[in-house]
């Protein structure tokens, strides 16, 4: 993993520009499910599973985008200087928790069958488990973070011998790769709720799913672009 400010300014701009490029895919995606559930036709929406496809291929293309450069400066991917405020503060492992899945579901889609309620249900104990799991884990590394600048500290007063330093180094290198191995099982455990919900759901349910997921996204970045001027402008 890269460590110069030179890589970390790069992965800033260039996954900035990325994600910025992304959201208006996201902007026009919203536009395409919102059409699509517009035309009442159970029957047509049922025949734009091409439409399904291309969002889901739109999320990977985050994901990946986002590993590649977390492999270079995973820090960054922990409070990202490419989020507002409110985004961050909305943070779990350098994503969204995966548990607020189901609060969009049952927000967007309002009849089930027995058979889906069960096993969404199911899906629901897993991802809480798991969610549980990591954030543990993920407790235990900002413990290790936050003794960091306590031992570079030492190391800047001049106290620190070389097998300190040596120590220092193995420190910081483990704890990035604690870092980058809890941000990928996150990612993972984000990418398999969708997919288990997914399969629970009809196409028209998927639709409204995808949809409600892509205006929550979209609202918090304008509500945190709108109070970060409002700070600005104070």
């Known amino acids: 993993m890269a460590d110069g400010n030179g890589s970390t300014s790069s992965i800033v701009e260039n996954f900035g520009a990325f994600f910025n490029g992304w959201l208006v895919r996201q902007e026009r995606f919203l536009e395409q499910l919102v059409q699509a559930l517009r035309s009442q036709d159970e029957e047509e929406i049922e025949r734009r599973g091409d439409l399904i496809q291309e969002v889901l291929s739109h999320y990977d293309q985050y994901s990946a985008e986002k590993f590649k450069a977390a492999r270079e400066q995973v820090l960054l991917f922990y409070s990202p ?80 011998v070389d097998g300190e330093e040596l120590e220092l180094e193995s420190a910081v290198r483990k704890l990035k790769e604690d870092m980058l191995r809890a941000l990928e099982s996150a990612d993972k455990l984000r990418g398999s709720t969708v997919r288990k919900l997914l399969q629970t759901l009809s196409p028209v349910q998927t639709v409204k799913f995808l949809a409600a997921s892509a205006e929550f996204q979209l609202a918090v970045r304008k509500w945190g672009l709108q109070k970060d001027q409002e700070r600005a402008a104070t």
Not at 114 to 120: D, F, G, L, R, T
């Open 81 to 160: 200087p490419w989020l507002t405020s409110f985004e961050k503060a909305q943070l779990w492992v350098g994503g969204f928790k995966p548990f607020i899945l189901f609060k969009i579901l049952t927000n967007s889609v309002t009849e089930f069958t027995p058979e889906q309620e069960q096993a969404i249900e199911r899906v629901k104990c897993e991802t809480r488990k798991e969610e549980r799991e990591l954030t543990q884990a993920s407790a235990a590394i900002q413990e290790s973070l936050a003794a960091l600048p306590l031992l570079n500290l030492v190391r800047r007063c001049g106290r620190a």
